[in-house]
């Protein structure tokens, strides 16, 4: 039944470009396809019961977030078959639980406007034989399936069939099933954004089982392509430099990208590279993609930023990835900015607010009228640190010193790392330490307030009376120069709040 047609020199870089036009004609219409109808029960979700858990049972997760337990046997027949109405049914696998960094396949539909797609979770078994038999027009899928999909499919797109995988199935109006890598054409348009070629292109692929497909894939598409080099390594642990310079053309690798979990929340500290040493050993590299996308920006990708190489997740391309699913499923043509404003959408929501500058230049007093403004959380770290205490920072100072409180002060931002949408205020030295900087940036977006040091009040600041604000600002300001991702000159409070307020709704993320 299916005629997937492997010839990769049939796939060239003309085509790459076409997929979106061939998809375009692909594209079913919602009209023929009305048989079929979205899950008949309230529930937003099925997954099995986890480990430890009854197997025997399965759990719904009702819209509301709330959880019911049901008998789970197999597949249900809702699934499978389901009843007779005049909705089309666009199914997406959860690839994971929801986070404000990284919304769900489902979700980031939704975001289009296609707001019927049913998230679900199912075993793996399950959801092979769902994909099989189950009753759907459309499906994403989870990347593991993606090699079992394409087999699955009467026709392969291009990337598809350069490939042997399919993220995204299509059923025809004549029933035939249509499937794409459009995770792979996503990669493609991301290319020239990050400064690289196909032709340049050399890549190094870190993964671990789940996401080994993945990898695979993408490194089948780019070679298809005429990228001279696309290697993917399977690591269980952080790439040691000694590992990394055993890699055979390690020192021509400009792209590396992190197919594994390695720095996914909660395990924020972890990257797929030991340290960041180990970026030395790519002397060529120009750019790095993360596939972690919870936090905001993973440990990696800061890591290379601070090296002046282009880095980011892969939450551009799932976005990518959702509108195309968005133009298939409906057969609707979106504005290539909607993407782009998605994307600085789900990236402002989940950042925190974070505010650095000289001690005095205002960042508690305008961080509270900006988080006041923006009805976000509001956070003083200063104001953390003296209650953990239970005195005020001018009397840690004189009786602990500064280390004492420096140390409480890590400690707070260590804990607050994790948490999405907040406005914190930092105190003025916050930032010396270059592993508060990195937990800072992770959910964290940097808003330098800059203030005449003349205008600084030393009221009640030790430091700055011990050392005078002119000696600090020639420690620190290096520091925000190198970290300060929007830059705000202090006016009236209001001003200052508006003013940055508006940088971070117009800046181009
Ligand atoms: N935009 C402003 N215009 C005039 N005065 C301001 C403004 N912002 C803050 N101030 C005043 O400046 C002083 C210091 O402000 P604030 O405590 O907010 O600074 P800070 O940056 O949080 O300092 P620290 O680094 O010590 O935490 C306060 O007296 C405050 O009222
Ligand atoms: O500039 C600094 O080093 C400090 C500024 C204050 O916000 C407090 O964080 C503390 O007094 C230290
Ligand atoms: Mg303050």
């Not at 789970?72 to 960094?101: N, Q, V, Y």
């Not at 990669?187 to 990050?194: F, I, T």
């Not at 993408?218 to 080099?229: C, D, E, I, S, V």
């Not at 640190?385 to 009397?395: A, D, P, T």
Request: hydrophobic share 40%.
């Amino acid at each position: 039944m299916a005629q997937n047609d492997t010839n990769r020199s049939s796939f060239s870089a003309a085509e790459a470009h076409e997929t979106r036009s061939l998809n375009d004609s692909a594209a079913p219409t919602t009209a023929g396809m009305s048989s079929r109808t979205p899950l008949p029960c309230s529930c937003k979700a099925w997954r099995r019961k986890g480990k430890g858990e009854s197997n025997r049972l399965a759990v719904i997760e009702e819209p509301d977030g709330s959880t019911v337990d049901l008998p789970f046997t197999e597949l249900t027949g809702d699934l499978l078959k389901g009843t007779f109405a005049d909705d089309p049914r666009w199914i997406w696998f959860a690839d994971h639980s929801k986070s404000p960094a990284a919304p769900c396949g489902a979700e980031l539909l939704a975001k289009f406007g296609l707001t019927n797609a049913e998230p679900l979770h199912l075993s793996e078994t399950d959801a092979l034989r769902f994909i099989r038999d189950g009753r759907w027009d459309g499906i994403g899928l989870d990347p593991k399936f993606m090699a079992e999909a394409a087999r699955l499919c009467d026709h392969l797109l291009p990337a598809a069939r350069a490939t042997n995988c399919s993220n995204i199935l299509i059923r025809e109006t004549d029933g035939t099933i249509t499937g794409d890598f459009t995770i792979g054409t996503g990669l493609l348009k991301m290319l020239p954004a990050m400064g690289l070629t196909i032709c340049q292109t050399r890549a190094l692929f870190l993964t671990e089982e789940a996401l080994e497909p993945l990898a695979a894939g993408l490194a089948r598409l780019l070679t298809a392509l005429g990228a001279p080099q696309a290697k993917v390594i399977r690591i269980d642990h952080p790439l040691s430099a000694d590992a990394a310079k055993r890699i055979e053309g390690a020192e021509g690798f400009s792209l590396l990208f992190n197919a594994t979990n390695l720095g996914r929340a909660p395990n924020t500290d972890q990257m797929p590279i030991e340290s960041a040493e180990v970026f030395q050993c790519f002397p060529k590299l120009k750019a790095v993609l993360d596939s972690v996308d919870e936090p905001v920006r993973p440990r990696l990708i800061w890591e290379a930023q601070q090296r002046g190489l282009e880095a980011r997740t892969t939450l551009g391309l799932r976005v990518v990835v959702a509108r195309e699913a968005m133009e298939l499923f409906a057969g609707r043509t979106l504005p290539l900015c909607a993407t782009r404003s998605i994307l600085c959408d789900i990236r402002r929501e989940a950042s925190n607010i974070v505010l650095i500058g000289m001690p005095g230049c205002g960042k508690t007093t305008i961080g509270k009228c900006v988080a006041a403004r923006l009805l976000r959380p509001f956070i003083d770290l200063d104001a953390l640190v003296e209650r953990r205490v239970g005195k005020s920072s001018e009397r840690i100072y004189r009786e602990d010193g500064e280390e004492y409180f420096r140390d409480f002060e890590s400690e707070i931002i260590k804990e607050l790392s994790g948490r999405h949408g907040l406005v914190i205020s930092t105190g003025g030295g916050a930032c010396l330490r270059p592993e508060n900087r990195m937990r800072l940036a992770l959910n964290g977006t940097f808003y330098w307030l800059q203030r005449p040091l003349d205008h600084l009040s030393t009221y009640q600041r030790p430091l700055s009376q011990a050392r005078g604000v002119e000696a600090l600002y020639e420690e620190r300001s290096p520091i925000f120069e190198k970290i300060a991702e929007r830059i705000i000159e202090v006016q009236s409070v209001e001003d200052t709040a508006a003013a940055l307020i508006g940088e971070t709704v117009c800046k181009p993320c």
